[in-house]
């Protein structure tokens, strides 16, 4: 199948795993999109969001749609990093035997991230970068397709561990979610206060998603949209002769090359859902915000007078 063919054959089977995915989850639809478009662009999620807002429902119902195979961790203070990687045991012969931990899955939920220490949190460093867990000095390859989607509490930050710069920078997208509008909270109600079971197909093969995730890199870019990309994420960065007045006066610490890469493999998953075969400087601004978001550090003055990321992000455009 030629990579045109391959594209439109995926519009019609995004949209169908769109409808399949709100079965169960109601409104949220950017929130979808964004997840599935950093799954597609073969990176990882944060999902900031106060409790309640059924996050993990819709990565337990994302992962489904995709016929994945789906672990949760809950993050706690005593997590150890051995209960997340797994650990070695003696067996009945007296030899070691690898017990294998949570993280060998396609999807790993890691909800509430900042609650354990940065010892715990490292552990999930090499999973993301490398997609393999050394153990006891032992190399494990992960199976592909692999993704962590990690949650965090915007609110209660008591007894809480930031997550350090290196890690938030492995993230694909840092995705805010809010609240639910009247309607929406309506339906969220009818529908889980029901005796109704809903079933949520498989409409995916991991290999399937592999297949579109090498198609996607295969869309060609203009020089001009690169260019666009990198000059954006320079401008983030206060030293730069390029950056604006906002970000010298309200930005500390700029985004690294990383964000660059991300933002034309996302723009490129994102012009590829909307049946485009190649990314323009719309799909650059479009999904912007969420990789941008998380990379920008501001000073104490921004926060003082409440200047927002997104002021920050949109001066950029």
């Not at 035997?97 to 899955?105: M, N, V």
């Not at 970068?129 to 992960?142: D, F, I, N, S």
């Amino acid at each position: 199948m030629s990579d045109v063919a391959a594209i439109n054959q995926f519009v019609t089977k995004y949209k169908t795993l769109k409808t399949e995915i709100a079965k169960v989850i109601v409104g949220q639809d950017e929130v979808v999109n964004q997840i599935l478009i950093s799954i597609f662009s073969g990176g990882h999620s944060l999902l900031i969001g106060v409790p309640g807002l059924a996050k993990t429902l819709m990565v337990n119902t994302i992962a489904q749609a995709l016929g994945l195979d789906f672990k949760r961790i809950q993050f706690t203070p005593d997590l150890m990093p051995s209960d997340i990687l797994g650990s070695e045991i003696l067996d009945e012969n007296r030899h070691f035997k690898f017990i294998k931990g949570p993280i060998f899955a396609n999807i790993i939920l890691a909800d509430e991230i900042n609650r354990t220490p940065p010892k715990t949190q490292a552990a999930l460093l090499e999973a993301m970068q490398e997609r393999a867990v050394t153990v006891a000095g032992h190399h494990y390859k992960l199976e592909l397709p692999y993704f962590v989607l990690a949650t965090q509490n915007p609110i209660e930050q008591e007894g809480t561990y930031p997550l350090p710069e290196a890690q938030l920078d492995r993230f694909m997208f840092a995705i805010n979610l809010q609240y639910p509008s009247f309607k929406e909270e309506v339906e969220v109600v009818k529908a889980t206060t029901s005796d109704n079971e809903v079933t949520v197909n498989s409409l995916f093969s991991p290999k399937e998603i592999l297949d579109y995730q090498h198609v996607i890199r295969r869309i060609p870019v203009a020089d001009n949209v690169v260019e666009y990309a990198v000059s954006m994420v320079a401008k983030t960065r206060p030293d730069n002769q390029t950056a604006s007045e906002l970000v010298k006066q309200y930005i500390d610490w700029g985004a690294g090359p990383r964000a660059s890469q991300n933002l034309i493999l996302a723009a490129k998953t994102h012009a590829a859902i909307n049946g485009k075969f190649s990314p323009d400087i719309e799909n650059v601004q479009a999904v912007a915000n969420s990789i941008l978001r998380h990379r920008i550090i501001k000073n104490y003055k921004a926060e003082a007078e409440g200047i927002t990321d997104e002021q920050i992000i949109k001066s950029l455009f």
